[in-house]
């Protein structure tokens, strides 16, 4: 998703381009991951040259950029708990550690 917004804003003054859009599918452990990629088919205005130009909207693609900082926000603090808990498992099963503080 971050890398097809950064390049749909990149490329945006090339003529008839068709910006890449990025569908999200739901993990069945929970979260997200990128699904099905596909070309957006709206056409873009039409140039003073009467060819047709980009179809990226700037605002969306800012907007499809905080959305992705966002999801890898929360995917890192996922994992982060995750390993945390790891930890504390680790530490109370370390029985070797326990019987020699006695």
Known sequence: MLG???SNLAISDTPGYRATRVDL??????????????????HGP???DGKEGPNVDPA???????????????????YRMADRMTGRLLDVMD????????
């Open 4 to 6: 097809a917004a950064a």
């Open 25 to 42: 599918a739901a993990l069945q452990g929970g979260g997200v991951a990128a699904g099905h990629v596909s070309q957006d088919p709206t």
């Open 46 to 48: 039409i140039q003073p």
């Open 60 to 78: 969306r693609e800012s907007i499809n950029l905080t959305r992705a900082k966002v999801l890898y926000s929360a995917n890192a603090a996922v």
């Open 95 to 102: 029985t070797d550690r326990r019987d020699h503080k006695s």
